[in-house]
T-cell receptor, first 111, second 115 residues
């Protein structure tokens, strides 16, 4: 019973175009949402977050959108760069400190 | 600033042996987390500590797993006896405060293989 789903295991995007990564969740009690990025043989690193009281948060090339009614979270990267090639995890917090992670989406940016 | 330091980076051992994974959190961080990553289950939280005290160990798979945090700068995750299904990448993470909104900083993980 997965509470958090990233339905696309992989995504390939041309350099300079927009990358859109998606995350769906089932529990409406989640109230804080994060995206982490992971390179091979390294731990995940925090990228961007959003609170449930907002529907958009922007940080440079990265924007996170939250649609609470649809229980859907997305990460937009524009323009995409080769260094963005990594695995991206959405992570959700309910109440306390427990992060619930999605399965991850492997993003490949093609030159 | 040194990040979260985990050791060893790789561990290969035979089933039945005791395995000890080590973690040094970022200095000044008050919360420490142990995660396991597998192909089947993805990244899952095993246990976390606030101010060296275990808060939630509901993710620990069974009694063969134990975790300790004897002081603010060191934690261990022990598996005894180990089994092949324990093979995974184990991550340690720390965060500055016991505030759930503080991003967690991850170590580079220990890749564990139980033969």
């Amino acid at each position: 019973d997965q509470q958090v789903k990233q339905n696309s295991p992989s995504l390939s995007v041309q350099e300079g175009r927009i990358s859109i990564l998606n995350c769906d969740y089932t529990n409406s009690m989640f109230d804080y949402f994060l995206w982490y990025k992971k390179y091979p043989a390294e731990g995940p690193t925090f990228l961007i977050s959003i609170s449930s009281i907002k529907d958009k948060n922007e940080d440079g090339r990265f924007t996170v959108f939250l649609n609470k009614s649809a229980k859907h979270l997305s990460l937009h990267i524009v323009p995409s760069q080769p260094g963005d090639s990594a695995v991206y995890f959405c992570a959700l917090i309910q109440g306390a400190q427990k992060l619930v992670f999605g399965q991850g989406t492997r993003l490949t940016i093609n030159p | 600033d040194a990040g979260v330091i985990q050791s060893p980076r790789h561990e290969v051992t035979e089933m039945g042996q005791e395995v000890t994974l080590r973690c040094k959190p970022i200095s000044g961080h008050n919360s420490l987390f142990w995660y396991r990553q597998t192909m089947m289950r993805g990244l899952e939280l095993l246990i976390y500590f606030n101010n060296n005290v275990p808060i939630d160990d509901s993710g620990m798979p069974e009694d063969r797993f134990s975790a300790k945090m004897p002081n603010a700068s060191f934690s261990t995750l022990k598996i005894q006896p180990s089994e092949p299904r324990d093979s995974a990448v184990y991550f340690c993470a720390s965060s500055p405060r016991t505030d759930s909104r503080q991003p967690q900083h991850f170590g580079d993980g220990t890749r564990l293989s139980i033969l």
